[in-house]
């Protein structure tokens, strides 16, 4: 009973610390919203990809931006299957190619496209099209629309992200790692979502609006797996953090003051896990709620299910930072060690989702050895969750896996943890 | 008096090296005990097996009776530790940290909201405990750190050098709750430092210990009382075959003994401009003279060693108080 009461206090004091942490604050809660809102409002715009149209247009483009937003536009357009797109370096040369009715139309990226959206202000691209080929011109009008969409939306996460930190004072008490750390995952998901603008190309929506029908479960079915990916990805960040503060009451000496008190050992790191796991339900609880509400992401209907898979997740991944703890020399050790396995693991996983598919549906062994990885077997489970209306007796099997990974984080943790 | 605290052959080893060489000593409940060495004598080692923080290689201690191989929970129960380092969370306020510790040592309600009160008063923080630790000076974090080891009330209280990096005021003050917590609540206190000064005011009695082991335990007044009618040391040019014999026979001395020599710096160091500059390598022997009565003792010495020719380089009379104790039994100064 006293135990009890020990761990809780220990966790009581874990949470008051966090609360100070304005940096990790922004971090572990803050991005995640902002990250999901963009994350998710991306992706119901894209479909799943499907099969090729038939119909092919010739467009003229023009870059004369300098900027990574104007070639990311020449690279979203040749890579769509239905245009034929040919570059010429005027605009004259072009237009010429539209007047001789040789192509549909004529895209000009203006010089300072990527300085204006960098900047903020609003900007546009110039579509000469050929008024005897009407059809053509709706169908580049709707590409291009969504072109620039995407490229504009893409900048207004980095300038949005930005200005909320910067405006917002939350980074101001960060330490420079943190910094690093917030850098790190911002980097990664701009990656991943580079990664989804080149994998579902804006041509996906005009093939739908063309076919007049969309597949509204293989959409859902592609968010769910986002989701569940992001969710995932965001769990397992608390494994540099936790450990990261277990080195620091090792270097402060505060570790030394709690063993020399009368509780058990069990009771000082059962606390301080059960305050770090708090933090990925919280994200995970977040995440949920934003996604539900803003874009649709399903919930299932299997609460209970949502319940214990987070808190085994945030315990697996607690557990895993208590062994990085028990393991490293110094607080830079830990971070960077945190954030290596949180990118490195959170890949394997995939948690950060590249595919269209978790690791756990693919074909071959791919799918078995992905259930090494601790992300694949909660993505998998929080997939069965949300999009297949699992229940909690249908996911026990990736429960059991994760549980027994996190027994074995925690047996080897406590054989080499150092007090003192 | 009862024991509170019986040290027992204590030994600490790292491998080959040994950190703590076979402690003994015991602690009168009610007593302050001084524990005085210089960096790395091996004092923190000590406390920290004593207070359950590290085992003991071997050996073992009894605090109120109980082993602490045995019933370290019982001792640390008895046991408050003030560590040497700023064991506080920065961020947190004083009373936060307070309430967190005393929550450890399974106090809650009233209880601990009174001894919190009771602490930050006798540490004399209550106005400010609302702020952030990492705000405070030097000296309030470490009033903050000893209260923290007060809440639950030790009857016996390891203070490892709670005046490290403290202003004159907040060290006064320290000194102050030391004596109080000593004499008005009856707490036993073991007290660590490697400054003289304080453990001359504070203590009862003194260990005083060098690489791992006590090389004197006694109170202060015999401590000194070492240094018999006083202790000189007579730098000279030259030591001639029998002269330490007869220094030893002259009027007012009881014997005179040559000094270890320093062993020469290594050769990097030698060849360093600001290191010899700073410090230039003495050569010239010093010869330690023990004194049944010191003035005496001086008078003679200097007037033999000009009757043979020998001239002086050094003459230091040492002041009677520990920092002489402990040059006079390591040849050592306490502080480099
Ligand atoms: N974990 C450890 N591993 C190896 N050696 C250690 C360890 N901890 C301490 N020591 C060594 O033990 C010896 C005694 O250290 P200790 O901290 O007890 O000294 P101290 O008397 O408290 O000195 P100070 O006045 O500097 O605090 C030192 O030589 C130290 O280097
Ligand atoms: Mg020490």
């Given at each position: ?9 220990m ?32 992706n ?15 467009v ?6 300098p ?52 900047a ?39 300038y949005?992200?930005r ?46 609006d063309?076919k ?50 009368p ?31 803003a ?46 396995l ?68 925690l ?10 | ?49 004593l207070?359950?923080v ?63 009160e ?11 405990a ?173 007037g033999?060693?000009n ?30």
């Open positions: 009973m006293n135990n009890i009461r020990y761990t809780l206090a966790a009581w004091k874990e949470i008051q610390i966090f609360i100070r942490d304005r940096g990790a604050m922004a971090m572990l809660l803050l991005f995640p919203i902002l990250l999901s809102s963009v994350q998710g409002g991306g119901l715009m894209a479909n799943q990809p499907g099969e090729t149209p038939s119909i092919l247009l010739h003229g483009l023009v870059n004369e931006d900027g990574s937003f104007g070639s990311e536009i020449a690279k979203v357009l040749q890579s769509i299957d239905v245009l034929a797109v040919e570059t010429f370096a005027h605009g004259e040369e072009a237009e010429e190619k539209v007047a001789k009715g040789e192509a549909a139309a004529a895209i000009l990226i203006p010089a300072d496209f990527t300085e204006k959206i960098n903020y202000t609003s900007v546009s691209i110039e579509v000469i099209v050929d008024p005897a080929q009407p059809q053509g011109v709706s169908i580049i009008r709707g590409i291009m629309n969504k072109v620039v969409d995407e490229v504009t939306i893409w900048g207004e996460v980095q949005g992200i200005t909320v930190l910067d405006n917002s004072g939350l980074l101001d008490g960060a330490t420079p790692q943190q910094m690093a750390a917030i850098g790190a995952q911002n980097l990664g998901v701009i990656m991943t979502r580079l990664n989804e603008m080149r994998r579902n190309p804006a041509i996906e929506v005009i093939s739908e063309m007049g029908e969309v597949a509204t479960g293989g959409i859902m079915a592609y968010v769910s797996y986002v989701y569940a990916a992001y969710i995932v990805l965001f769990i397992f960040f608390v494994v540099g953090i936790c450990a990261e503060s277990i080195q620091d009451e090792r270097e402060v000496g505060t570790l030394r003051r709690l063993v020399a008190a509780i058990p050992r069990g009771a000082v790191i059962g606390g301080k896990m059960l305050g770090f796991m708090l933090i990925p339900c919280l994200q995970a609880i977040i995440l949920f709620t934003v996604g539900n509400l874009f649709g992401v399903p919930l299932g209907q299997s609460p209970a299910g949502l319940i214990v898979l987070t808190i085994v997740a945030a315990g697996v991944s607690t557990s895993l930072g208590l062994l990085l703890a028990a393991l490293v020399k110094s607080k830079k050790q830990a971070n960077d060690m945190g954030l290596l949180s990118f490195g693991l959170g890949f394997l996983g995939g948690a950060i989702p590249i595919g269209q598919l978790q690791m756990t549906r693919m074909e071959g062994p791919i799918s078995i050895i992905s259930r090494v990885v601790p992300h694949a077997n909660a993505i998998e489970a929080y997939y069965k969750l949300i999009a297949e209306n699992a229940s909690l007796v249908d996911i026990l099997p990736e429960i059991g896996i994760l549980v027994g990974m996190m027994l074995i984080f047996i080897i943790a406590a054989r080499r943890f150092r007090f003192d | 008096m009862p024991a509170i605290l019986e040290v027992d052959q204590l030994v600490k080893k790292y491998g080959d090296f040994e950190a703590v060489k076979g402690i003994s000593f015991n602690v009168d409940e009610g007593e302050v005990f001084g524990l005085l060495g210089p960096n790395g004598a091996g004092k923190t080692q000590t406390i920290s097996m207070t359950g590290i085992p003991p290689t071997s050996g073992t201690a009894r605090i109120a009776g109980h082993d602490i191989r045995t019933e370290m929970n019982e001792a640390k129960k008895i046991n408050g530790l003030v560590p040497q380092d700023l064991a506080l969370y920065p961020t947190l306020s004083a009373r936060a940290n307070l309430n967190f510790f005393g929550r450890i040592y399974g106090l809650g309600g009233k209880d601990l909201k009174e001894r919190v009771d602490v930050l008063r006798i540490v004399a923080l209550t106005e400010r609302d702020e952030a630790v990492e705000k405070y000076s030097g000296g309030m974090k470490r009033r903050v750190n000893i209260a923290a080891g007060l809440l639950h009330h030790p009857r016996l209280l390891f203070l490892d050098e709670p005046t490290v990096g403290v202003d004159p005021q907040s060290r006064n003050h320290i000194f102050e709750s030391v004596m109080r917590l000593n004499r008005e609540r009856g707490m036993s206190i073991v007290y660590t430092s490697h400054y003289m000064e304080e453990v001359e005011l504070l203590c009862n009695r003194v260990a005083i210990i060098d690489e791992g082991k006590i090389i004197a335990l006694d109170t202060i007044k015999n401590l000194i009382a070492l240094l018999g009618g006083g202790v000189i040391h007579v730098g000279l040019e030259r030591v001639d075959d029998g002269l330490l014999e007869r220094l030893s026979a002259l009027p007012g001395v009881e014997e005179a003994v040559l000094m270890p020599q320093p062993a020469p710096p290594p050769l990097a160091e030698q060849e360093d401009p600001e290191v010899k500059e700073r410090e230039p390598v003495t050569t010239t022997p010093i010869i330690k003279v023990v004194a049944v009565n010191s003035q005496q003792a001086i008078v003679n010495v200097i033999f060693l009757e043979q020719d020998i001239t002086l380089t050094s003459l230091e009379i040492l002041e009677p108080n520990l920092e002489s104790v402990f040059l006079h039994l390591t040849g050592k100064k306490l502080r480099e």
